[in-house]
């Protein structure tokens, strides 16, 4: 029990830098810790919620009444081309890992804000390349029976099915391999990489990243600029002019006013255009 918190604010945990404060917070450091923190869940009757880096994500500012089980299994071994990793670690620890070792496959993944779980779950990816390219085996737990689960040898669309078929099911570990390749070829890919985001994104402020799925056949920022969003504010909530699927927290941003933004284009799209733009982003707490 010493490793669980009550009342712990969750705004420090989230990229967007918005949300209250969760009933319970629980540090996963390995398996048997998120063990530990799914049984506690159990005997007190409360719902938990997975977290990893806390990007992809709005917390209502009312908080969140059940368990935050924060992924902090951070640690990761590499063999040859191959790196075990556990679900906690951070994109940018795996991509610097990668480099340093020679290792080529990861570039992609320079200045994503994710951790491995997440990543792996929701198939993260950029510039035409995605972790399903690269991952090799799966290990997770199911939060019903508590039983590990292993998910090898098969395509990531059979894994992808599993995990968005079973919400019982939390990643714990993943295996990926890699292919060895030039060093000073692989950190220019990573420099490139890098400067597109910060010539495109808005990382000065606090985000959660893209905000709508891209519709099929168009492109989600584009329809939202092409309304006049542009720029537009509501509170201290924003819809970056710099890239328009991005809604950023100027300071003291509330959920509201997220929501609001959100409720708008969602709009303004569908008078403009016909199309429905769907959120990619999470909500915990509404």
Same mark, same amino acid.
């Given at each position: 029990m010493?490793?669980?918190k009550e009342n712990v604010s969750l705004l420090p945990f989230t990229t967007f830098k918005i949300g209250g404060k969760? +009933? =319970? !917070? *629980?540090? /996963?450091? &390995?398996?048997?810790?998120?063990?530990?923190?799914?049984?506690?869940s159990k005997e007190?009757?409360?719902? *938990? !919620?997975?977290l990893g880096n806390g990007s992809n994500l709005l917390v209502s500012d009312k908080g969140f009444s059940g368990m935050i089980i924060k992924m902090d299994n951070?640690? *990761? @071994?590499?063999?040859?081309?191959?790196?075990? /990793?556990q679900a906690g670690v951070s994109l940018k620890d795996l991509v610097k890992a990668s480099s340093l070792n020679s290792l080529s496959g990861l570039e992609w993944a320079a200045g994503i804000p994710g951790s491995v779980g997440g990543a792996v779950r929701g198939n993260a990816g950029a510039f035409g390349e995605s972790m399903a390219d690269i991952t090799k085996e799966v290990v997770a737990i199911d939060s019903s029976s508590l039983e590990t689960l292993s998910f090898g040898n098969c395509n990531f669309a059979y894994r992808e099915s599993i995990f968005k078929g079973n919400s019982n099911l939390i990643i714990i570990e993943a295996l990926f391999e890699l292919k060895k390749? &030039?060093?000073?070829?692989? &950190?220019? +890919?990573?420099? %490139?990489?890098?400067? =597109? +985001?910060?010539?495109?994104h808005p990382l000065d402020f606090p985000s959660a990243g893209s905000v709508f799925k891209n519709p099929e056949g168009f492109s989600a920022a584009k329809l939202i600029s092409e309304c006049g969003l542009l720029g537009k504010k509501i509170g201290k909530a924003q819809i970056s002019? %710099?890239?328009? &699927? !991005?809604?950023?927290?100027l300071g003291g941003a509330k959920d509201k006013d997220v929501l609001s933004l959100i409720d708008l284009a969602k709009k303004e799209v569908k008078n403009k *255009?016909?199309?429905?733009?769907? @959120?990619?982003?999470?909500?915990?707490? !509404?």
């Open positions: 010493g490793k669980i969760a +009933r =319970y !917070f *629980f540090s /996963a450091k &390995n398996k048997e810790d998120i063990i530990e923190a799914l049984k506690i007190k009757d409360i719902p *938990f !919620f997975i951070n640690s *990761f @071994e590499i063999k040859g081309s191959l790196i075990k /990793a390749g &030039n060093l000073e070829e692989i &950190n220019d +890919r990573i420099k %490139k990489n890098l400067s =597109y +985001r910060k010539e495109r002019k %710099k890239h328009p &699927n !991005f809604i950023i927290n *255009f016909g199309v429905d733009i769907k @959120e990619e982003i999470k909500t915990l707490g !509404f």
